[in-house]
């Protein structure tokens, strides 16, 4: 018997938590936040140094533990899938809780080490690194195998958690990538010969179920960027790209056409520091080589002088590709950083608008400015790292679950990947369960 409590992650996007039990011990897959949820409470002027793990679980930033209370002291472990704030960032809220390591890949625990720095805060639990495609004995009843699996950041893992009764695969988030700009391929032969053994259940990413088709790799990104960096007439123009700090393969593509130009790559950004620098200290990137990396507003202001005297030199990578008002790139529209737009320069925005309230508002407030200062702005340079609704079939053949549980989204994302699993003969409410925040379920 498996019980599987849906913590967190169930009932929208973010905050995503997981409990496996069997037999009489437990493991936790992802300890997420609800990034919006935060940023909204500061928007309204509230301050987030002020929140005890208590009033983050009210106001919906983390997610409510309180329904795995009576199984606190049997958790053997808290396994991360990968990097990314909605799957790790509330650990330093919560993990103390429980008495036992936190595990991850090597890059995944390097950033899970940063926000603890970061925010000063001190936990009990070992931070245990495990390479990508191993495995890991976890108490007497779990084995934890990191399979690799591509993603929008690096060193993503599908989790497959072996029990006696089967094997239950935790696939948040994921796409199939076949041509990654930075890291392995998608480790497909073992995905298969799971499919061959007793898959029980599949735990997955729905967030883009409804889109009916299979997500382009990051090499189309990278070809998007390609064109506009090397296919305008920019020679005179500064160029700034702005994207996700943790996209690290994104990265890659930036500086490798910025070199092809001729131009001196300046990593801006407190955020653009952290996550290259973790991944430094495992050996992942070596981007300091290559790049100028500025993460305080002294350094970016010394170099930004000279940037503006020389604009056709260089190109910065920046904070801010969602609009936040204390990004980098919305303190230079604001004239906050001694560097002046000019017509043509060039923004290049290689990330999509995250479809949230306060993100639309925040891009557009953003692109107002940057329009009246009559640069070029370039949208949308870029793919997806999450599964389109043909790769999730892909996935379901590959690993034939015998129940599967929609996960990362609404109630109307976990319903696209429902309709799908019915299309491929399984049951709703029998072998397929949507499930909401803070629901056990056994099967
Ligand atoms: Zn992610
Ligand atoms: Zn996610």
New binding site residues.
């Given amino acids: 018997m498996v019980e599987i409590c849906t913590i967190g992650g169930y009932s929208e996007?973010?905050k995503?938590m997981t409990a496996i039990k069997s037999g009489d011990e437990v493991v936790i897959l992802d300890m997420?936040i609800n990034v919006a949820k935060l940023i909204n409470f500061e928007e309204e002027g509230n301050d987030r140094s002020t929140l005890d793990a208590r009033k983050l679980i009210n106001i919906g930033a983390i997610p409510d533990d309180t329904v795995i209370k009576e199984w606190g002291s049997k958790v053997k472990g808290i396994i991360c899938s990968h990097c990314?704030l909605?799957?790790v960032a509330a650990i330093p809220y919560l993990a103390d809780k429980y008495n036992c390591p936190v595990l991850g890949t090597p890059f995944t625990i390097e950033v899970i080490k940063t926000l603890l720095n970061d925010e000063k805060f001190k936990i009990r639990n070992k931070l245990v690194a495990v390479t990508v495609n191993s495995s890991y004995k976890l108490g007497n009843n779990f084995e934890i195998e990191f399979i690799n699996i591509t993603h929008s950041t690096l060193q993503t893992v599908m989790i497959a958690v072996h029990v006696k009764e089967g094997t239950i695969i935790y696939a948040?988030?994921f796409k199939f990538d076949n041509y990654p700009v930075l890291g392995k391929k998608p480790n497909y032969e073992r995905l298969r010969a799971l499919g061959k053994e007793n898959v029980l259940a599949l735990i997955v990413?729905s967030?883009y179920s409804n889109s009916e088709r299979k997500t382009p790799s990051e090499k189309v990104a990278r070809e998007l960027l390609k064109d506009v960096m090397l296919g305008t007439e920019n020679q005179d123009s500064l160029i700034i790209v702005t994207t996700f700090a943790s996209h690290l393969a994104r990265i890659r593509s930036i500086i490798d056409f910025g070199k092809l130009l001729n131009r001196k790559i300046v990593l801006m950004g407190r955020s653009m520091f952290k996550y290259s620098d973790a991944a430094e200290r495992i050996g992942l990137v070596n981007y300091s080589k290559e790049a100028e990396i500025l993460a305080y507003a002294r350094l970016m202001k010394k170099k930004l002088a000279d940037i503006e005297k020389n604009r056709s030199k260089y190109v910065i990578v920046c904070t801010g590709n969602q609009g936040e008002p204390e990004s980098v790139l919305s303190k230079m529209a604001d004239g906050r950083l001694p560097l002046n737009f000019k017509q043509e320069d060039h923004i290049i925005f290689a990330c999509k608008t995250i479809p949230e309230p306060l993100n639309i508002k925040n891009r557009a407030i953003l692109e107002e400015k940057l329009k009246q200062k009559k640069v070029r702005i370039f949208s949308d340079i870029h793919v997806s790292g999450h599964c389109g609704r043909e790769d999730l079939r892909d996935l379901i053949k590959m690993v034939r679950p015998q129940y599967i549980f929609p996960a990362?989204g609404d109630k109307h994302k976990l319903m696209g990947l429902a309709e799908l699993a019915v299309e491929m003969g399984y049951s709703l409410g029998k072998t397929i369960h949507v499930m909401e925040d803070g629901k056990k379920i056994t099967i």
Avoid: F, T
């Fill in positions: 996007v973010g995503n997420g990314h909605d799957h948040n988030d990413d967030l990362h």
